[in-house]
């Protein structure tokens, strides 16, 4: 929705900084653009004022200032500091910025114990969360703070295992400064619930730990070759198949299983191909999450459907989960349909799932062509250690996988990759697999023995880059 703004952009605040495009507005208060990335609260007479009874702020920490007839205050922000309605914050990125936000709950609560905060203003600046008096149903302070930490999921800050679960990142420990350090819950009280449900939890843990699930052991003489990649080849080889070959050597210094990780590029550039043959070389069992698997048109039943796959993997542990298209599960929470409640729902599930899976031997291998469209929360390292884009392939990438096709073929004297290999860079690898298999079909058609040249070349011919035509081949009516 459109805001009004109630100054013009350009307009000086009363510290100096020019005021921009309205982002967040309500009854009262607007916050605002400024030069070089910060924002600006900008309250009416009578919110500022209230404020100002309820002992939440001090008559100075706004700036007056008058446009027309309006009576109108104003506080800006560094970049570095957050201002954003509670309802829109992004997750804190380290511990840091997370108890910045439980001490200014507190401090809020110390002078005003009875207002609602779910839809209040974080003004980081003055580490106050100011609320807004809208007309909503009360959340507990718990929750708001449990909200704010995940990024959008409603989980109460005194569920301490389930909290720790999804902020793994942080570290239990930290978690726990931050919750006793907003005063929702009591350090001893959450102690507590993290014993209580270690204990609830440690039979079926028991129970339901993974089991040894019969795979073949990797071959150690026998290194993965992902012929047309040799730097993703490499990585591979260095931070999966290695570590799990020398599983024990590696923990004695602290390095567990393998982190998940998550490959970017654009359509047919051989992120597919890749995870399939990395599949095949490891032998373990493989789960697959994608629209046509999990996908519901029902509340709760994707991110219910999406743990069910993630429990599987890991009683089949060691396994992989696969996550085709990740944009279209772990799209922005802030961005579009990201913002609505299954899909923060979702992403949640995600956040708590993936450090999970890790622990339980399941590596974890997101695809997406739209990495820009993923929500930070997800990227942050401790859920996807690596994130590693896959360009189009080079003329010397295109030569390998020809070498690779065409190795075991009957194949004539002449064959020669080097005009293949120039014509095909750049192009998908799938448009190099179907040369081949089509110069083979033609030389067959032709009573060959073995694949020719002339009929490479042809084949090469007949199949123009899709980005160059605009769309493939019609056949009937047009």
Same mark, same amino acid.
């Given at each position: 929705?459109?805001?009004?703004?109630?100054?013009? #952009?350009?307009h000086e605040l009363p510290d100096?900084?020019?005021?921009?495009?309205?982002?967040?507005?309500?009854?009262?208060?607007?916050?605002?653009?400024?030069?070089?990335?910060?924002?600006? =609260?900008?309250?009416?007479? &009578?919110?500022?004022?209230?404020?100002?009874?309820?002992?939440?702020?001090?008559?100075?920490?706004?700036?007056?200032?008058?446009?027309?007839?309006?009576?109108?205050?104003?506080?800006?922000?560094?970049? +570095?500091?957050?201002?954003?309605?509670?309802? @829109?914050?992004?997750?804190? /990125?380290?511990?840091? *910025?997370?108890?910045?936000?439980? %001490?200014?709950?507190?401090? &809020?609560?110390?002078?005003?114990?009875?207002?609602?905060? !779910?839809?209040?203003?974080?003004?980081?600046? $003055?580490?106050?969360?100011?609320?807004?008096?809208?007309?909503?149903?009360?959340?507990?302070?718990?929750?708001?703070?449990?909200?704010?930490?995940?990024?959008?999921?409603?989980?109460?800050?005194?569920?301490?295992?389930?909290?720790?679960?999804?902020?793994?990142?942080?570290?239990?420990?930290?978690?726990?400064?931050?919750?006793?350090?907003?005063?929702?819950?009591?350090?001893?009280?959450?102690?507590?619930?993290?014993?209580? !449900?270690?204990?609830?939890?440690?039979?079926?843990?028991?129970?339901?730990?993974?089991?040894?699930?019969? /795979?073949?052991? #990797?071959?150690?003489?026998?290194?993965?070759?992902?012929?047309?990649?040799?730097?993703? @080849?490499?990585?591979?080889?260095?931070?999966?198949?290695?570590?799990?070959?020398? *599983? *024990?050597?590696?923990?004695?210094?602290?390095?567990?299983?393998?982190?998940?990780?998550? =490959?970017?590029?654009?359509?047919?550039?051989?992120?597919?191909?890749? $995870?399939? !043959?990395?599949?095949?070389?490891?032998?373990?069992?493989?789960?697959?999450?994608?629209?046509?698997?999990?996908?519901?048109?029902?509340?709760?039943? &994707?991110?219910?459907?999406?743990?069910?796959?993630?429990?599987?993997?890991?009683?089949?542990?060691?396994?992989?989960? $696969?996550?085709?298209?990740?944009?279209?599960?772990?799209?922005?929470? @802030?961005?579009? +349909?990201?913002? +609505?409640?299954?899909?923060?729902? *979702?992403?949640?599930?995600?956040?708590?799932?993936?450090?999970?899976?890790?622990?339980n031997h399941v590596l974890v291998?997101?695809?997406?062509?739209?990495?820009?469209? $993923?929500?930070?929360?997800?990227?942050?390292?401790?859920?996807?250690?690596?994130? #590693?884009?896959?360009?189009?392939?080079?003329?010397?990438?295109?030569?390998?996988?020809?070498?690779?096709?065409?190795?075991?073929?009957?194949?004539?004297?002449?064959?020669?990759?080097?005009?293949?290999?120039?014509? =095909?860079?750049?192009?998908? %690898?799938?448009?190099?697999?179907?040369?081949?298999?089509?110069?083979?079909?033609?030389?067959?058609?032709?009573?060959?023995?073995?694949?020719?040249?002339?009929?490479?070349?042809?084949?090469?011919?007949?199949?123009?880059?899709?980005?160059? !035509?605009?769309?493939?081949?019609?056949?009937?009516?047009?």
């Amino acid at each position: 929705m459109t805001i009004e703004g109630w100054l013009p #952009i350009g307009h000086e605040l009363p510290d100096g900084a020019r005021c921009g495009k309205p982002l967040h507005g309500g009854n009262g208060w607007q916050i605002v653009t400024t030069a070089g990335g910060g924002r600006a =609260l900008i309250a009416d007479e &009578t919110l500022h004022s209230r404020w100002v009874a309820s002992r939440l702020i001090d008559g100075s920490a706004l700036k007056p200032l008058s446009f027309g007839p309006a009576r109108l205050h104003a506080l800006s922000s560094a970049p +570095s500091k957050m201002l954003a309605p509670v309802n @829109e914050c992004r997750s804190p /990125n380290n511990k840091s *910025e997370a108890l910045s936000f439980a %001490l200014a709950l507190k401090a &809020t609560r110390e002078a005003d114990a009875e207002s609602p905060l !779910q839809d209040a203003i974080y003004v980081e600046p $003055i580490s106050r969360l100011l609320p807004t008096y809208a007309i909503t149903s009360r959340v507990d302070d718990d929750v708001v703070l449990g909200y704010w930490l995940t990024g959008g999921a409603r989980v109460s800050a005194k569920a301490g295992r389930r909290l720790s679960q999804m902020l793994s990142w942080m570290g239990s420990a930290n978690v726990t400064d931050v919750v006793s350090a907003s005063g929702v819950v009591g350090r001893a009280r959450l102690a507590q619930d993290h014993e209580e !449900q270690a204990d609830f939890l440690e039979a079926e843990i028991a129970d339901q730990s993974p089991k040894p699930s019969g /795979n073949r052991p #990797i071959d150690s003489d026998t290194p993965f070759s992902l012929p047309g990649r040799p730097m993703l @080849e490499e990585f591979f080889n260095e931070h999966i198949i290695d570590i799990v070959r020398n *599983e *024990e050597r590696y923990a004695a210094l602290g390095v567990g299983f393998p982190s998940a990780i998550a =490959l970017h590029g654009p359509p047919g550039c051989g992120k597919t191909f890749a $995870i399939e !043959q990395l599949v095949e070389f490891l032998g373990w069992p493989s789960f697959q999450v994608d629209a046509s698997s999990v996908a519901s048109p029902y509340i709760h039943e &994707t991110s219910k459907k999406i743990a069910e796959i993630f429990d599987k993997a890991m009683r089949s542990a060691p396994s992989m989960l $696969i996550i085709d298209e990740m944009e279209s599960f772990l799209a922005d929470r @802030e961005a579009g +349909s990201g913002g +609505s409640h299954h899909r923060v729902e *979702e992403v949640a599930e995600f956040l708590r799932r993936i450090p999970e899976a890790g622990k339980n031997h399941v590596l974890v291998v997101g695809m997406t062509n739209r990495i820009e469209m $993923i929500d930070a929360a997800i990227m942050r390292r401790g859920r996807f250690d690596h994130v #590693i884009e896959v360009p189009p392939a080079t003329e010397e990438e295109v030569s390998a996988l020809l070498d690779k096709l065409l190795c075991d073929l009957p194949k004539d004297s002449g064959v020669d990759h080097a005009p293949l290999a120039k014509r =095909l860079a750049g192009r998908p %690898l799938s448009d190099v697999a179907f040369v081949v298999r089509e110069g083979a079909r033609l030389s067959a058609r032709a009573g060959k023995s073995k694949i020719d040249q002339a009929f490479l070349l042809s084949a090469l011919d007949s199949a123009p880059s899709r980005a160059d !035509q605009g769309q493939g081949r019609h056949i009937g009516f047009v």
